[in-house]
């Protein structure tokens, strides 16, 4: 069973930079695509990106772009978000699932339901 753990969460402050993993266990990680969520407090679950299983294609919800990078190292089983300029609003849980589809033209379509493996989520705060 594909288990995945996210870790890197803290508090930053407003323009700072951060980067999360999202490591799995019980399975390698290649293979699977992995995509990234975010919970505001208050808010719905946000889009964030998703990852295909080989790392070769990316895709992105579109007012996040630029800020934004999902990468991957399979050699380690570890999927990566990297956040640059953060602002207060990016508060939240960040959770990381795979096991699901991932391209360009479906991501905006896709909800988290549409992975079957999660993780617990890492909680960054953005203040000052």
């Known amino acids: 069973q594909l288990q995945l753990e996210e870790s890197g969460g803290e508090e930053v402050r407003p323009g700072g930079s951060l980067t999360l993993s999202c490591t799995s266990s019980?399975?390698?990680?290649?293979?699977?695509?992995v995509a990234w969520f975010r919970q505001a407090p208050g808010k719905e679950r946000e889009k964030i990106g998703c990852?295909?299983?080989?790392?070769?294609?990316?895709a992105y919800t579109e007012s996040l772009k630029g800020r934004f990078t999902i990468t991957r190292n399979n050699t380690k089983d570890t999927s990566y978000l990297q956040m640059t300029d953060l602002k207060p609003e990016a508060t939240g849980i960040y959770l990381c699932?795979?096991?699901?589809?991932?391209?360009?033209?479906?991501?905006?379509?896709?909800?988290?339901?549409?992975?079957?493996?999660w993780g617990r989520g890492t909680s960054v705060t953005v203040s000052s």
């Open positions: 699932v795979a096991n699901g589809p991932c391209s360009q033209f479906g991501w905006p379509y896709y909800g988290a339901g549409a992975f079957r493996s």
């Open positions: 019980g399975q390698p990680l290649g293979g699977y695509a």
């Open positions: 990852i295909s299983g080989s790392g070769t294609t990316t």
